[in-house]
């Protein structure tokens, strides 16, 4: 589908035809969440769709300090499209921030830092477009309970999906029996796939808001789904997977069930990933092809993973940004650590994915996962790669072998790189590399940003005793 306005004068009437009383204005955070606005439709002037309007910055963590809280909404009024969960008809449009006080787009806001970072590519002379195709995996529970305090941790998810439901009893229902398994989730057809019309109303539902939906599946864990859209331009596959968490989300929500994109919920099972292809192009040309090459991948694509590869610390602190990321990022769960390349290996960090010709040679790093901001892991992503053209950076590999199977002995012996094991490991690794973020990040972004994430997610984790702490040293 595509967008449904191009300009202001174009969004009036499409409100109008659509007889809109909200605008709704929404804008992302540096931990990738949406925020929002919503204003009266009858209040909505022109001179505030290209003006910008007001708000306080200084109530969003780690953004504007108290006294200097006003911010501005920019919004890109292209973006809109009508909100499917509202009682009443409310239009949605995606805005960038910006700094009043530096009169220009923030630096701390997400989507300007993408921004920046697709001009910064162009002025660099390497492309002038850029495709980014994202593959959100996510869960779906029945119920989830979560508890905290000194003396207490945990949580618990269920659905009748789970292996541990075997034999609970479910009153006249009766216990039908039919369950994927550990792993064994991939592809199965009813009554095994229990979440067929729940993909489906998702899938129709993302149609409806603007996304090109191209299939829907049941993935490997227990409970776990995948919905493929089609790729976009760096800003606007960012925008999409924001639209594509909120519908996931909702539609659960309104069917009295519950969806995540936590990495890891479930012990034993898969986690869930967002694989990221990536290509570049300049003068209508792939860049990241070169005919009869390994996978028809050319120097400058085996550069621009080299400079990924390189800064993985650095990187992984964005694209992984979350304890829980780590716990996902453990061999033979299709969650590659491994910093290696091969042509349609998915136990590799970069797998070349299978196809044909210049259009669909592209690169897919398997390590992102969805508490990543996809405006920032997509730019970071980039920010690496134009840093390994630049130095003519080598990636090891290819390696064509089941890297699953190799031990940390083997894989030590045959010198290959891997992902950080931790948050923190990632996040140490930011400390001592970031020039290659400096043409997009302010080092105050870049220190604000880590300094979150250490407040955040790494102390309070690393400060709580879990469950298995207790089961496995209690009695010692």
Known sequence: ????????????????????????????????????????????????LEGGLPFDGSSIQNWQPIEKSDMLLK????????????????????????????NGL????????????????????????????????????????????????GYRVDSEEGNWNTSTSYGEIGNMGH???????????MPIDTMVDLRAEMMQVMDDIGLTVMLGHHEVAMA?????????????????VQKYKYVVKMVAHLNGKTATFMPKPLYGDNGNGMHVHQSI??????????????????????????????????????????TNSYKRLVPGFEAPSILTYSSQNRSAACRIPYGAGEMATRIETRFPDSTACPYLCFSVLMLAGLDGIKNADVPVGP?????FELTLDEIK?????????????????????FDFLRPVMTDEFINTYRQYMFTSQVHPDEARPTGFEFSSTYSC
Not at 179 to 189: A, E, Q, S, T
Not at 224 to 240: H, R, V, W
Not at 283 to 294: L, M, P, S
Not at 419 to 427: D, G, H, S, V, Y
């Open 413 to 433: 012996e045959k010198n290959i790189p891997q992902m950080p094991r931790t948050l923190r490991e990632a996040l140490e690794g930011l400390r001592g590399d």
């Open 399 to 403: 390696m064509d072998i089941d890297l």
């Open 179 to 189: 369950r994927p398994g550990l792993k064994g989730g991939y592809f199965p057809v």
């Open 281 to 322: 192009w300049k003068d209508g040309k792939n860049i990241f092809y070169k005919e009869d090459a390994y996978a028809n991948l050319s120097d400058t694509a085996l550069h621009y993973l080299g400079g990924i590869f390189k800064h993985s610390g650095a990187v992984a602190s964005f694209t992984n940004p979350s």
């Open 75 to 102: 919004p890109d009024v292209p973006t809109a499209f009508l909100d499917p969960f509202t009682a009443d008809s409310t239009i949605i449009v995606i805005c960038d921030v910006y700094d009043i006080y530096k």
């Open 224 to 240: 776990q789904g995948e919905i493929g859209i089609k790729y976009g331009g760096l800003i606007e596959a960012a925008d999409n």
């Open 106 to 153: 923030y630096e701390r806001c997400p989507r300007s830092i993408a921004k920046k970072t697709l001009k910064y590519m162009e002025e660099s002379g390497v492309g002038d477009d850029a495709f980014f195709g994202p593959e959100n995996e996510f869960f779906v529970f029945d119920d989830v309970k979560i508890w905290t305090g000194v003396n207490q941790t």
């Open 1 to 48: 589908m595509g967008k449904f306005v191009n300009n202001v004068e174009e969004f009036y009437t499409f409100c109008e035809e659509n007889e809109v009383a909200y605008v709704d204005f929404r804008f992302t955070d540096i931990k990738g969440t949406w925020h929002h606005i919503s204003y009266r439709m009858d209040a909505v002037e022109a001179s505030m």
